[in-house]
RNA sequence: GCCCGGGUGGUGGAAUGGUAGACACGGAGGACUCAAAAUCCUUUGCUCGCGAGGGCGUGCGGGUUCGAAUCCCGCCCCGGGUACCA
C-alpha cells in the first residue's frame, strides 16, 4: 500500500523546517502578528493521544495563519515542576531533575515526531533556573504589593500527595484532584495570593471573551458573586453581643423564626468556654435580664464534636438528603424587624467559610431552612404570597410580599430595597457583596518547585529575598523520604539566609510555590524569550500578546484559566505587563477529551493506545488525519476498534494523492468540459475549505478535500486536460498542507523544484467562475421535493416558475395545473403550494 | 436538585429554516491477478413495487412555518460541571 518511505519523508521534513527557521519569528517582523498555542505541557514522557490531538489542532493553526501571511508566534516549553517527579525521587532514589529531563526529552521528541513547529530558541522549563529567578521576582512584586500574603486559616490537606492543596484542586465530593485521596481539614500558616481582589473584574470581562461559553460559566459560577445585606443580630439580653448574617433575602426578613451559626463560629466557641455561664461576663454586657441554661455548654460542646470527627465527605456530599442536624445553643438574637426574640442555633448545613459564618433563618422561603425547621419543630411563616396552587415546601418564586409590615404588598425587589433601607437607617446593617471565590493558597510543602522567596528575620519578621539573591534554589543534596515533611524542611544549611534588611540570621521559608503558578505566566515570557534583564518587557508584550489562540482541554476551565486570568491583570497593574493587557487570552478552543469504553484514556488507567505505533507504521501525517477528520474538534472520541480501520483510511487517502501528484498524467484526448468541471469543483472546496478552516471545522475541510481527491480522479478518467488537472492537484495540497503537513511538503517540493510549501500564500478562489455556474434548483410542492432542475444563477421568479411549470414530475403534484402561491429562495428553492 | 452540552444509518459523523445521511469506516458485488495483497469501479437508511415511482424516517409528544434534524413548549435518556454558597 506503501507508495512512499513515509519515515524518511517524514523526518527530513521535520528537519528542513527546523534548518530553515520556517517558524521562528522576530519582533520586528513586518507581517502581521499573530500568538497561537497550547497549554503548557506537563512532561510525563513521550505523548499520548490527548497530546497528538492538542497538538494536531495547534500546530494546524500555525501553519494555516503562516500561509495566510502572518507572523505566527508558537512557542513550546514544559510545566515541568510537579509531584510525580518527587513521588518517583522517593520510589526510586532517582532526582527529579534527572527524572524530569528525561521525561521532557522524550515528549520533545514525540512532538517533533508528530510535525509540530515551533520556534524552538524560545522554549522553557519550569525549573530551570531561569524561570525560577522570574516566578520569583514577580512572587516579590506580588508581596510588595500585598497580593501575597501568609495568613492561618483552615486548609485542605492531602495525606496522599503530603501537602495543603489549594480549594480549586479540591472535588466536589472532598476528593483530591490529582490522587483522589480524602482531603482533610488542618489549620496551618500558608501563603495566599489575593485573587479576590479581581473577583469583580475576573467575573465582568468573561462576557467579552471569545471562549467556549461553558467554560465562561464555569468560571462565573466558580467566582459566584452573590449580592443581598448583611446585618448584626443582637443576643438577647446583652449588650454589645451579637452575630452578623449574610442574607440574599432581607425582604424575608419577617419570616426569620430562628437564626444558625456554623459549628466554627466564634460564638460557639464563647458558649463552650462557658462565657455565658460567667456572672462577670454576663455583668459586663449589662446581662441583667439575661437568661442561660449551662446544660446546654455540654450538649453544644458535645455537637462540635460530633461534626468535627466527619470529614468533608461525610459532612458535604450527602448534602441534600441527609435529615439536618444542629444543637440549641441556649441563647437567642432578636429580630431587629419584629423585635420579636428567637432561639439561636447551631448547624453545620451553615459553613463558616461563606458570608459570615451566621445566617438568618427563613423556612417559610428557603428549603433548607424548612427543612431545619421540621426537624426541630420551629415555626414557618411565609413572606411570600404562593400562587393558588403551589403544594410546595419552601417558596422560591416570586409574589406578592405579606406578613411583612411595611413591606406588605410589595415586589421582592423592591421589599430588598426597602429592608436594605431599614437596616441602614438602624445602622446595623448595609447592602453586601459575597464571593464564592477564595483566595489563593499557593505553599505547597514539597521540594520539586519553585522556593517561595521569603525569609523571616526575628527582628524584620517576614521579608522578601532581595532580588540580586535570586534565584533561591532548592539544594541538590536531600534526602528523598515518605514523611510528609518537604525534603527542603531537613535539609542542614538551606533555612539559613541572612535578613536583606538587617543582615542579621534569617529563617528561610521551605515551602515552594503551587505549580499553576508557573502556567500563569510562561506565555508571557516566550514573547520575550531572550530577556535577560526582566522576565518580560512591555514592548514585546504589545507586539505579541494576547494570545490569539489558545488550545487546551476542557480540565483547566477554572484553575488554571482563572489563575492566568489573574496574575494578567495584577501584573498589569502593577506596571509588568502593558495597562491596556488585561485578559491574556482572547480566543480559547477546548478540545475533546480520547476517551475509551467510556472514561478518559490515561496512563494510569492502563489505556494507552501509544501514538508511537502509528508513527512507525502509517506515519504522523496519516494519524494527524485521522484525529481531525474523526469528528468536531470539540468533541470527545470514544476509541474503539474501529479507530485502527480509519487510520488506515486516513493512510489509504494519503496515498490516494501521492500517486496522483507523482505520477505523470498524460491524457488520450482532451474533454475540456471535464476540465471545466474540475476547475468548478477546485475553487468551490477552497471555498468552503477556507471557510470551514476560520470556524474550526476540520473534519469537514477533510471532507471537503477527499471529494476533491475524487473528483481529481473522475476528471482524469474522463480525460480533462492537463493544466486543470495539475491546478486541482496543487490546490489539494495546499489545502491539506497545515494537516497533513509533511507528505504535502514532498509533493509540492517533487512538483515544484523543491520550493517550500509552507512559505506558499494560501489559495484563493476563483469568485467570477462560481458566478457562472449552474444552480440545481429544487422544486417543492407544498414543501415535498419533487424536482430537481439546472438554472442559471441569476434567474428570476418568472422564468423559474415557467421552466418549473413545464416539468410533468411538477404537474402530477399541482391539480390545478397552477400554485395558489410561490415561495421562491432562486437560485436554490421554487416552493409551489396548491 | 441546579447549570451546561448532546441524542441523525451497522459505526464515526455531514447538513448556519430550504435535496436528511456529505465524507469516511464497515458490508455486498465486480475489474485487475496464476493467486493474494495493494489498487480501481459499482452499491449500501427502512419499506412497498418487476419497474417507473411511492410511502416512512433525525430520542418521544405537541406547536410555529409554504417548508423543521435545525426555532418554541412539555417529557425521556446519555455525558460533563456543581453541590447545604444563605
Not at 290 to 299: M, T, V, Y
Not at 668 to 697: C, H, M, P, Q
Not at 802 to 823: C, Q, T
Request: aromatic share 10%; with cysteine; hydrophobic share 40%.
Amino acid at each position: 500500500m506503501v507508495s512512499y518511505d513515509i519515515q524518511e519523508v517524514e523526518l527530513r521534513w521535520q528537519k528542513r523546517w527546523q534548518e530553515l527557521g520556517v517558524y521562528n519569528v522576530e519582533q520586528d517582523d513586518l507581517r502581521p502578528k499573530s500568538y497561537v498555542l497550547c497549554m503548557y505541557p506537563y512532561p510525563s514522557g513521550a505523548a499520548h493521544q490527548g497530546h497528538v490531538k492538542n497538538y494536531t489542532f495547534g500546530d494546524l493553526n500555525v501553519r494555516y495563519r503562516t500561509m495566510r501571511g502572518e507572523a505566527v508566534l508558537s512557542p513550546i516549553g514544559f510545566d515541568s515542576f510537579g509531584l510525580p517527579a518527587e513521588n518517583a525521587a522517593i520510589k526510586t532514589g532517582i532526582h527529579p531533575r534527572e527524572f524530569t529531563e528525561a521525561r521532557i526529552d522524550e515528549l520533545r521528541a514525540s512532538l517533533r515526531r508528530l510535525g509540530s513547529v515551533y520556534d524552538w530558541r524560545r522554549e522553557s522549563k519550569s525549573h530551570s533556573p531561569n524561570m525560577v529567578k522570574w516566578s520569583q521576582v514577580i512572587f516579590k512584586r506580588f508581596f510588595e504589593a500585598g497580593l501575597a500574603y501568609k495568613a492561618e486559616a483552615p486548609v485542605n490537606w492531602c495525606p496522599g500527595c503530603q501537602t495543603v492543596l489549594a480549594n480549586e484542586q479540591v472535588h466536589a465530593d472532598g476528593t483530591c484532584d490529582r490522587s483522589g485521596d480524602i482531603v482533610e481539614k488542618k489549620n496551618l500558616s500558608q501563603w495566599f495570593f489575593r485573587i479576590t481582589k479581581y473577583a469583580d473584574e475576573l467575573l465582568d470581562s468573561i462576557d467579552d471573551l471569545d471562549w467556549p461559553e461553558p467554560v465562561k460559566v464555569m468560571q462565573r459560577n466558580w467566582i459566584g458573586r452573590s449580592v443581598g445585606a448583611k446585618f448584626t443580630l443582637s443576643i438577647s439580653g446583652l449588650n454589645g453581643i451579637g452575630v452578623d448574617v449574610y442574607t440574599t433575602r432581607p425582604d424575608t426578613a419577617f419570616g426569620m423564626t430562628y437564626a444558625v451559626v456554623a459549628p466554627e463560629h466564634p460564638i460557639v466557641a464563647m458558649v463552650i468556654d462557658g462565657k455565658f455561664a460567667d456572672a462577670d461576663f454576663i455583668a459586663q454586657h449589662g446581662g441583667a435580664n439575661f437568661e442561660f441554661d449551662p446544660a446546654h455548654i455540654n450538649s453544644v460542646a458535645a455537637f462540635v464534636e460530633e461534626v468535627k470527627t466527619l470529614n468533608d465527605v461525610d459532612r458535604v456530599s450527602t448534602a441534600t438528603d441527609r435529615p439536618k442536624r444542629g444543637v440549641f445553643t441556649g441563647l437567642s438574637v432578636t429580630n431587629p424587624f419584629t423585635g420579636q426574640e428567637v432561639p439561636l442555633y447551631s448547624a453545620d448545613y451553615v459553613l463558616m467559610t461563606y458570608g459570615t459564618g451566621a445566617i438568618m433563618a427563613v423556612p417559610g422561603e428557603d428549603q433548607r431552612d424548612y427543612d431545619f425547621a421540621k426537624v426541630f419543630s420551629l415555626p414557618i411563616v411565609r413572606t411570600v404570597k404562593p400562587p393558588e396552587d403551589f403544594d410546595g415546601e419552601a417558596y422560591t418564586g416570586t409574589g406578592e410580599k405579606i406578613n411583612s409590615d411595611f413591606l406588605n404588598g410589595l415586589s421582592i425587589e423592591d421589599a430588598k430595597a426597602k429592608a436594605i433601607e431599614f437596616l441602614t437607617n438602624k445602622e446595623i446593617g448595609e447592602s453586601s457583596v459575597q464571593y464564592r471565590l477564595r483566595d489563593w493558597l499557593i505553599s505547597r510543602q514539597r521540594y520539586w518547585g519553585c522556593p517561595i522567596p521569603i525569609v523571616y528575620c526575628d527582628n524584620c519578621g517576614t521579608q522578601a529575598e532581595a532580588e540580586e539573591n535570586l534565584p533561591i534554589l532548592a539544594p541538590d543534596d536531600v534526602e528523598f523520604l515518605p514523611t510528609g515533611e518537604s525534603p527542603l524542611a531537613r535539609h542542614a544549611t538551606f533555612k539559613d539566609a541572612i535578613c536583606p534588611k538587617c543582615g542579621g540570621y534569617a529563617r528561610r521559608e521551605t515551602d515552594t510555590m503551587d505549580t499553576f503558578v508557573d502556567s500563569s505566566w510562561y506565555f508571557l515570557r516566550f514573547a520575550d524569550a531572550f530577556n535577560d534583564d526582566a522576565p518580560f518587557s512591555i514592548e514585546a508584550l504589545r507586539e505579541w500578546m494576547p494570545v490569539d489562540q489558545y488550545i487546551g482541554g476542557i480540565e483547566h476551565a477554572i484553575l488554571h484559566l482563572l489563575y492566568a486570568r489573574f496574575f494578567t491583570k495584577a501584573l498589569s497593574d502593577l506596571g509588568m505587563v502593558p495597562t491596556e493587557l488585561r485578559e491574556p487570552f482572547s480566543r480559547l478552543f477546548t478540545q475533546g477529551m480520547i476517551l475509551m469504553n467510556g472514561s478518559k484514556m490515561s496512563k494510569s488507567k492502563g489505556n494507552l493506545i501509544a501514538p508511537e505505533k502509528y508513527f512507525n507504521s502509517v506515519g504522523a501525517d496519516a494519524l494527524r488525519l485521522f484525529h481531525l477528520f474523526v469528528g468536531p474538534p470539540g468533541d470527545s472520541f470514544n476509541w474503539t476498534d474501529q479507530a485502527d480501520e480509519m487510520i488506515e483510511g486516513s493512510a489509504r487517502f494519503i496515498n490516494r494523492l501521492y500517486r496522483v501528484a507523482t505520477e505523470p498524467y498524460e491524457p488520450k484526448g482532451i474533454d475540456t468540459e471535464a476540465g471545466r468541471v474540475l476547475r468548478i469543483e477546485l475553487n468551490k472546496t477552497i471555498k468552503k475549505a477556507t471557510f470551514d478552516y476560520e470556524r474550526w471545522s476540520y473534519n469537514t475541510v477533510v471532507a471537503a478535500t477527499m471529494s476533491l481527491v475524487n473528483a481529481i480522479y473522475k476528471a482524469i478518467a474522463a480525460n480533462a486536460d492537463v493544466e486543470s488537472v495539475q491546478d486541482a492537484i496543487d490546490g489539494a495540497i495546499k489545502l491539506l498542507a497545515p494537516m497533513t503537513p509533511h507528505v504535502c511538503a514532498e509533493m509540492w517540493s517533487i512538483r515544484h523544484d523543491d520550493e517550500i510549501l509552507h512559505r506558499q500564500p494560501w489559495p484563493s478562489a476563483d469568485e467570477e467562475l462560481l458566478a457562472s455556474v449552474k444552480e440545481t434548483m429544487i422544486i417543492q410542492i407544498g414543501g415535498k421535493v419533487r424536482d430537481r432542475i439546472e438554472v442559471d444563477g441569476d434567474i428570476d421568479e418568472e422564468s423559474a416558475l415557467s421552466i418549473a411549470l413545464a416539468s410533468d414530475k411538477v404537474l402530477v403534484h399541482l391539480p390545478n395545473g397552477k400554485p395558489s402561491r410561490v415561495v421562491a429562495k432562486l437560485p436554490k428553492l421554487l416552493n409551489l403550494i396548491p
